[in-house]
């Protein structure tokens, strides 16, 4: 759970970071995936799990809200680097 919260607490910071820079260089398409991947199979472990650990579905989702953001701030991004590139 520590690790959830504390892994949640770098996102607000790359999403800034991404939004700022203007740029998809340095980020990696595959990478967020795979987090987001996570994150669902968390979700999903959570909901389908009959113990007491749903408090953890807020976190999972926060996180998972915050990768998405990241996400379509990269496509954003990645359209920008391209427009950016000179015709030839």
Known sequence: MVMIFCFGAAWPASIAKSWRSRTAKGKSLFFLL??????AAGITKVIISEGSAGFL???YIL????VSADLM???RNTALDKAEQPCP
Do not use: D, E
């Open 34 to 39: 795979i987090i987001l991947s996570g994150y």
């Open 57 to 59: 579905l807020i976190p």
């Open 63 to 66: 996180n998972a809200v915050m």
């Open 73 to 75: 701030i990269y496509f």
